[in-house]
């Protein structure tokens, strides 16, 4: 097999402080490979995603990318579109509009904004639209008897949100059940079969943090199936969140953070902010990235 060498980097994205986010694999230049190919390497990076860096299709988009986790592809992913973006910047890319990034995915395109203003080489995506399904009194009440003894306030009904990256958002009542939460044996056996009910990738639970705290909410995303995983900083699901509190009613203001990771030693930090100027504006997930390691492989 004849092997070419491209740039490739590893970054840690939702920190500014190396190993306290979720690290993200980066291959430049990944035309003419096949899609077999780059679920080997995504399989061999062995990270939950690995992004494909294209050119684009659509003249309107800076790049492509193309996310695969250690199983299949992704339509789109919050901490590869974040992470993509800082390494391509971080390659010395110019963006078509400055402070701006337009990137082509499965879904179509994500607008990516600078947020320099309040935290030094972040950016934003603009969360896609998203699918929201509340469950069933049945589905309600096998979740509870779950999670339990968390409580889950239900004056914030849980439901499947689907982006793109489909999870389902429970809210519990507060930082401290949430970050306590354990589900071992038959909870996660219940679990495991709800989330496949639900056609979700697994369970984002959040809960608040009071005044003073490190963040608005505290948020664990647990992958359930096949592996039960805790994803360190999600992006897909803190779009998701943000999208639900506003069908809710129960936005806490037109921004706050969110800091996820606390249980695996992390400390991811996400901020969302609300574009009210137009009906229908979107809702920016930001945070920021570093870069891990910086070179070349033989793909």
């Known amino acids: 097999m004849s092997l070419r060498t491209v740039?490739?980097?590893?970054?840690?994205?939702?920190?500014?402080v190396p190993f306290k986010g979720n690290p993200l694999?980066?291959?430049?230049?990944?035309?003419?490979?096949?899609?077999?190919?780059?679920?080997?390497?995504?399989?061999?990076t062995n990270l939950s995603e690995t992004a494909f860096l294209l050119p684009p299709t659509?003249?309107?988009?800076?790049?492509?990318?193309?996310?695969?986790?250690?199983?299949?592809?992704?339509?789109?992913?919050?901490?590869?579109?974040?992470g993509s973006a800082h390494a391509l910047?971080?390659?010395?890319?110019?963006?078509?509009?400055?402070?701006?990034?337009?990137?082509?995915?499965?879904?179509?395109?994500?607008?990516?904004?600078?947020?320099?203003?309040?935290?030094a080489g972040a950016w934003a995506f603009a969360a896609p639209r998203a699918t929201i399904a509340p469950l069933t009194d049945a589905q309600n009440e096998r979740l509870a008897a779950a999670l339990a003894p968390a409580k889950i306030d239900f004056s914030a009904p849980p439901a499947a949100v689907?982006?793109?990256?489909?999870w389902l958002v429970v809210r519990v009542a507060d930082a401290a059940q949430c970050l306590a939460l354990s589900l071992h044996g038959g909870a996660r056996e219940t679990l495991a079969a709800l989330v496949a009910e639900v056609?979700?990738?697994?369970?984002?639970?959040?809960?608040?943090?009071?005044?003073?705290?490190?963040?608005?909410?505290?948020?664990?995303?647990?992958?359930?199936?096949?592996?039960?995983?805790e994803d360190p900083v999600?992006?897909?699901?803190?779009?998701?969140?943000?999208?639900?509190?506003?069908?809710?009613?129960?936005?806490?203001?037109?921004?706050?953070?969110?800091?996820?990771?606390?249980?695996?030693?992390?400390?991811?930090?996400?901020?969302?902010?609300?574009?009210?100027?137009a009906d229908g504006g979107p809702v920016w997930i930001g945070g920021s990235s570093v870069t891990v390691i910086d070179g070349t492989c033989r793909i």
């Not at 740039?7 to 500014?16: E, G, I, N």
């Not at 694999?25 to 061999?44: H, K, T």
């Not at 689907?162 to 489909?166: F, K, Q, S, T, Y």
């Open 7 to 16: 740039q490739f980097k590893q970054v840690d994205v939702f920190t500014s």
């Open 25 to 44: 694999a980066v291959v430049f230049d990944a035309e003419g490979l096949s899609s077999a190919r780059m679920q080997e390497i995504a399989r061999w």
């Open 58 to 82: 659509d003249p309107r988009a800076d790049y492509r990318v193309r996310i695969f986790t250690t199983a299949l592809e992704l339509p789109f992913a919050g901490h590869p579109t974040l």
């Open 89 to 119: 910047i971080d390659a010395g890319y110019t963006p078509k509009t400055p402070g701006r990034l337009v990137q082509e995915c499965g879904v179509g395109l994500v607008m990516l904004a600078e947020r320099g203003d309040s935290d």
């Open 162 to 166: 689907d982006n793109g990256a489909p």
């Open 199 to 229: 056609r979700t990738h697994g369970i984002a639970v959040y809960g608040p943090h009071g005044a003073g705290g490190p963040a608005t909410f505290e948020l664990r995303v647990i992958l359930l199936g096949a592996e039960n995983i």
């Open 234 to 277: 999600t992006g897909s699901a803190n779009a998701a969140l943000a999208t639900l509190l506003t069908q809710q009613g129960k936005r806490p203001g037109p921004r706050y953070t969110v800091r996820q990771g606390t249980a695996l030693g992390r400390d991811g930090r996400v901020s969302i902010e609300y574009d009210d100027t």
